[in-house]
Structures are given as C-alpha cells and as structure tokens.
C-alpha cells in the first residue's frame, strides 16, 4: 500500500462510528483555490449553535463521542465556537478544530483565545497550511497558533495540502521548519473554488489502484448547514456525487437526526467501511467465490484519487452493490470492536 503518513494522531485514536464531522458554516474569510466546500466570504450557510447542539445531543445517544469542527472558517463566530464546544465537552465529546488560524494574528492573541477555546473543552486544533492558503493568511498567524498548542499543552496536527506549486510548497515547509513534523494531508478531491487550479491538480496527484490506495479515515459521519448527513469527511458544497449511494444518510431538516443514525448504524455497508479501513472490502470483494472474479476483472485495475472515490464507484454498480448488501450483514466484526462499541 503507498503510505501518506504514520497512521498516528487523534483520528486514529477514536473509533470511525464515534465521530461526528461538523461543518459549522460555509463561510470563510479565505477562499482557497482547492477547497472541497468551495467556501469563501460570500458563501451563506450555517448552523447555530441550537441545531448544533441537538445535534450533539442526539449523537451522544448513539455512541458519538468525537466531534470535529470546521467549516469554511468557524472562527468567523467564535462565541458560537465556544458555545458548541462546551456543549459537546458536557456530553462528553473529545473536540477538535479546524482552523486556517487568521485570528491568531500575534502570539499573544492566538494564546489568548486558544486559552477561552481549551477551557470550553477544544482538545485539539487543526491549522492549515498551504500555497492556497497563503493568499489569504500569513504563514506568521500559523506559527503563533502553533506556539500557542505547545504552549497551552492543545494537541496540534497540521492540515497540509501539496499544490501544484513545488516551489511554494517547500518554502512553507522551511518557514514552518517542518522537518521531522508529522504533516496529515488527503488525497485529491476534484471539486473546488477554482477549476483551472483542480485541473492542474489532477496532473500533480497520482491516481491509484485499489490495491495501493491509502486510507486516512475518511469514512465517518459528517454534517453540513444544508442539512445533510454523509459518511464521509471529504463532503463538498452539494455532495451531489455521495446522493443516491450508502454514504448519503439523509437530510436532518426532513427526517430526524435520531432516524438518520439508527439507519447509519444498520447499514452494513457503512457500518462495515467504519469497523474495516480500506483495503479490507478491496480483498473480500478480490477474495470472494463468487463475485472475485467479476470485480477483479472490473475494478482491479481502475485509479482513483482516493478511498472515497473508489467506494462510489463501487456502490454505482448494481452487481457489487448487491453482493454487498447481501454478504455484508453476515460480517463478524471483531470482538474487541464490537465491545468498544
Ligand atoms: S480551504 Fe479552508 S481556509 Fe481555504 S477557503 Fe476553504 S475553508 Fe476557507
């Protein structure tokens, strides 16, 4: 399998059916080349910290104990950011924050508020980095929020995202002296702000078989202000390409978030894909008496940016889909899991 980086950090501490993805809001004071949610100061679009909340709370109830908070940039409202993290810190949720850390514009400043956002129950903060992000946030405002993580004792992981701009990218990586630090990046999603930038962006990533395709956990439950609840992290602004498949479990507006869990906790398709990271369905699929043969043939030697591609394909196949939906059931998933849960 090719290896994007050491299957290490808080994502890899918390189960995949624990989490909760939470993108606040569509807005942002950037407005990236490549970002999935094509965010940026015009986008309308968001939660309020009510929704949230009954959100987080109907989720407790269904074993969610991990919340993760983005956007667009949700520090645009940070009163809201607090009030959502003492929320979910009261149901006991472990909560994250993805920022592009604008607001963190002096040292002093970012420790500041990174100190009101620890004491609302923020464990750990997710500042991006890249030449996209450079256009609307000095590398400075990372640094001191970077500082303002060891500092405090905050869990800080660094969102990358490798450009196609080499020369930028490891400019950056001098700057930040990011030698020897764990960087988590993804792997392409071919929507965003500007589509020349994706287009070039297909040129500079790889496309992979199934069989070298990486998995940075990507399969978990998200929600977004449209109200839609998708299992997937790498939403984008309509997740037109998730309607219709497993990942897509419903809108929130029109059914409730209560129904919406049950039917993501008897899917077993996506209750599968959380308890067995790719590649596991990749060689029961290849392994299998009985379809082996036809996926093999079909898929095999197929690319994709990603996992999350891969599954879509996948569910786009009426044969496989039905094999799943069959044989999936039967599953034992392992006990130590099962008693996790
Ligand atoms: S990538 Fe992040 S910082 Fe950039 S526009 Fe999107 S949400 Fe904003």
């Known amino acids: 399998m090719a290896e994007y980086y050491p299957k290490t950090g808080v994502c890899y501490d918390h189960t995949e059916r624990s989490k909760i993805y939470m993108i606040y809001t569509f807005g942002c004071n950037a407005a990236c ?23 987080l709370r109907v989720g407790a ?12 940039e949700m520090m645009l409202y940070p009163k809201e950011v ?9 149901l006991g949720y472990y909560v994250c924050l993805n920022t592009n850390a604008y607001w963190a514009r002096t040292p002093t400043k970012a420790r500041s508020m990174l100190s009101r956002l620890q004491e609302a129950g ?8 890249s030449a996209y992000h450079l256009k609307y946030v000095p590398l400075e405002r990372v640094k001191n929020l970077r500082q303002a993580c060891w500092d405090l004792g905050v869990t800080y992981e660094l969102n990358w995202v490798y450009s196609d701009q080499p020369e930028t990218d490891e400019w950056i990586k001098q700057e930040m002296g990011l030698d020897g630090e764990t960087i988590y990046f993804d792997s392409l999603t071919t929507s965003g702000n500007n589509q020349e930038t994706m287009d070039r962006l297909k ?20 929600v977004n202000p449209h109200g839609h609840v998708v299992s997937s992290c ?3 602004a309509t997740n037109e390409k998730f309607m219709g498949t497993p990942f897509f479990l419903g809108n929130f507006y029109e059914t409730p978030f209560e129904e919406i869990l049950r039917a993501e906790q008897e899917s077993p398709v996506v209750q599968f894909l959380y308890r067995n990271p790719h590649p596991a369905l990749h060689r029961l699929l290849a392994e299998d008496g009985d379809i082996g043969e036809y996926y093999r043939t079909t898929f095999t030697a197929r690319t994709y940016y990603g996992v999350t591609d891969y599954y879509l394909d ?10 799943m939906e069959q044989r999936l059931p039967e599953i034992t998933f392992p006990r130590a899991e099962l008693s996790a849960s």
């Open 61 to 72: 109830a269904h074993g969610k104990n991990f919340l993760d908070l983005s956007g667009g």
């Open 122 to 129: 923020v464990q750990a903060i997710f500042p991006s980095a």
């Open 82 to 90: 607090l009030e959502v993290a003492s929320i979910a810190r009261d």
């Open 203 to 222: 040129q500079v990533y790889t496309r992979r078989v199934p069989n070298d395709l990486d998995d940075c956990l990507s399969v978990h439950l998200g």
């Open 33 to 55: 080349d490549h970002c999935l949610v094509e965010s940026g100061p015009k986008k309308r679009g968001k939660l309020d910290p009510t929704i949230a909340g009954e959100l």
């Open 314 to 323: 996948l569910f786009r196949d009426d044969r496989i889909m039905s094999w």
């Open 234 to 236: 790498q939403m984008t």
